[in-house]
């Protein structure tokens, strides 16, 4: 018997997605000792100018989201939420693909983001895509009543 085909579906991210993105945000991030993103945080952040969201689903279950943000020819992925059990399926690097396209063709000629010092994984794949560090947070990223994370500013050139 054939394995189910599994249908990828990418589209943006809107309105009466805010509980989903923040479920997704908070499924990803919470483990790690963040706090997740509610649905305000969504709404306000999606309401800012230049800010474009995407939601990726497989057969229909809601599996990732990614927020970027463009102003003027720079752009930031402000985060990418992918759900533990869909990792290392190819997910993340079909939202950092549509995060790419859409940062360029709003005209940004480069895109930065800010990465974990304790995520291996993310920083793997930023930098199999092209991005180089460019810089450091000390302890940007907070982990509850553990130690905070350094955060790497990374930069990828898009001409």
């Known amino acids: 018997m054939a394995a189910p085909d599994m249908r990828r579906a990418l589209r943006p991210l809107g309105a009466l997605d805010l509980d989903r993105a923040a479920a997704l945000h908070g499924e990803a991030f919470t483990p790690l000792g963040e706090r997740g993103w509610t649905r305000q945080d ?5 309401a800012s100018p230049g800010v474009a969201g995407l939601l990726i689903q497989i057969d229909g279950a ?7 943000r ?9 985060t990418i939420a992918v759900r533990p059990a869909e990792r ?7 939202l950092l693909a ?7 063709a709003a005209g940004a000629r480069t895109l930065f983001l800010e990465v ?7 920083r793997t794949l930023y930098e199999q895509v092209g991005f180089r560090d460019v810089g450091c947070r000390p302890a940007y990223f907070r982990r509850g009543d553990r130690p905070a994370v350094d955060a790497f500013v990374m930069r990828l050139d898009l001409g």
Request: proline share 2%; net charge negative; glycine share 8%.
């Open 42 to 46: 969504m709404a306000e952040l999606l």
């Open 62 to 68: 809601d599996v990732g989201m990614a927020i970027c």
């Open 70 to 78: 463009v102003a003027a020819d720079e752009s930031e992925l402000v």
């Open 88 to 94: 290392r399926r190819g997910t993340g690097r079909a």
């Open 98 to 104: 549509a995060v790419l396209d859409h940062v360029r």
């Open 116 to 122: 974990a010092a304790d995520n291996p994984a993310a």
